[in-house]
Structure formats: C-alpha cells, structure tokens
C-alpha cells in the first residue's frame, strides 16, 4: 500500500466506483499484517517514504518467502538484503517473479519506474575498488528499486586519483553522493573537496588486517576535515540509500 493506491481507493469510494465494503476488503491488512513470524509494516511507505526491506540474513527462505509475498499482494516494491545465492534460489521457487542481484544480495519484485521528476536530481554511486561493488551496489539497486535516478562510478579510488578526477561531470550532476570505500576511508574526504551536495559515506570491511573490518575507515570518515560528509555504519549500502531517498525526495505522492 502506497501513497498513490490509498489516494485511488477512496476516489473510487467517493465517485461510487467502489463500495465501502469492497474497500473495508482491501484495507483488510492494513496497516500492518499478521504472519507466522512476522508482523509487516504497510504503512511504512506512506508514513516514511520507504517501505518496509526484508533483512534475510537471519531469516529463513521459507520465512522470506512468506514476508515477500504478502508484500508483493501489496503492489509495492519488495527488497530482501543480505541473501545467499542459495536461499535466494529456494526463495525464487516459491515466488519466481523476483529476481537476484549477485552482486548485491538482494532479492527485488516490482520495483517503482524510475521517476526524475519525483526527486531534486539524481544520486551517483561511487565504489573507492571494485572490492567494494557489492556494498555499492546494495546501495545502488535499493535507490533503482525506489524509483530514484542513480548512476554509479566504481573502482575510482585515491590510489589512482585521475580516475576520480576525470568524472567530474558526473559529480557535477549529482544533488547527492554515496562514496563506498574501505581499507583507510579515505575518498570520501577527497568527494567532499570537490562538490557542494550531500556526500554519504560508507565505509567498508574491505582491507587488510589493521583495517579491522572496517573500524579504520568508519573512524577515518567520520574525522573527516571535509564539509557535508555523513558516516553510516559498515558495509550498510542500504542505509545510505535511505539518506539519499530522504534528501532527494521532493514529492511525496
């Protein structure tokens, strides 16, 4: 249940298209739905913007299964993190109209078009070394699954920093940037030099031994001396797709 559908269902009711009762029918899991395990958040869209995601690592294929396809009968978008190649394929029996992005482990169903003029412009998506894509990528298909215009610059980090430098149109045309780097965290300073929008800052467990699994490069990040840069927790590409969705969001409907 979305913003749009809600708005359509009591225009029905009050042109007569639709009856109270056929309506009462439709609301009947909402807001929230009672399952097995689970207890779903349909008026999250409408309440926060952002529908209620799927958090798979702990949860079985059946339990996933279960949740997606309550959300699915919902008509809006349906996203799973953290997914296995495995539990996706069992999750994708059971529901074959979602697909699995690899890359990111994520499980998607019915993502909203993408709709520019929804938004104040376009988020890029910047990964430091292509160890970093699958964070990046979490990132990158929760924004496209929303509807928001994103585009992505990977393997762009510090070491070489023409690679950076050479995009700057891209950086230029972003009203928000998401900077995904781990070993010293250091890019997203260096994003923040150079551009005047939001810069949210990932940082990743990529990195050898000192990096901690990515403790030196969220301290890193959150010392940085460069203006406008916000630090979300390791490896959440999600969460810092919902700041993005937050800050670009200009039209609720």
Not at 60 to 84: C, F, H, K, S, Y
Not at 155 to 181: E, K, M, P, S
């Amino acid at each position: 249940m979305n913003r749009k559908t809600l708005l359509s269902l009591l225009q029905d009711v009050q042109s007569g298209a639709s009856s109270i009762e056929k309506a009462f029918a439709k609301l009947g899991t909402f807001p929230s739905e009672l399952l097995p395990d689970a207890c779903l958040d349909h008026q999250r869209l409408i309440r926060t913007g952002i529908p209620e995601v799927i958090y798979g690592a702990s949860k079985t294929a059946e339990q996933i299964a279960d949740i997606a396809r309550a959300m699915l009968q919902q008509g809006g978008p349906v996203l799973a993190t953290r997914i296995d190649s495995e539990k996706a394929r069992n999750v994708i029996t059971k529901l074959p109209q979602l697909r699995y992005a690899d890359d990111a482990r994520m499980l998607i169903g019915n993502p909203a078009p993408t709709d520019a003029t929804k938004y104040r412009g376009q988020t890029l998506v910047i990964s430091a070394g292509t160890s970093d894509i699958p964070v990046a990528e979490e990132a990158r298909l929760t924004l496209k699954t929303l509807g928001h215009p994103v585009q992505k610059l990977y393997d762009a980090g510090v070491a070489g920093l023409h690679r950076l430098l050479g995009r700057q149109d891209l950086l230029r045309q972003a009203t928000v940037i998401i900077v995904v780097a781990g070993m010293e965290g250091a890019l997203p300073s260096v994003v923040g030099g150079l551009v005047d929008c939001p810069v949210i800052a990932v940082p990743t467990s990529v990195g050898y031994g000192a990096s901690f699994g990515g403790i030196a490069a969220l301290l890193g990040m959150l010392n940085s001396c460069a203006p406008g840069v916000a630090v979300v927790n390791i490896d959440n590409g999600f969460g810092a797709a919902c700041m993005a969705e937050a800050i670009n969001k200009k039209v609720l409907l």
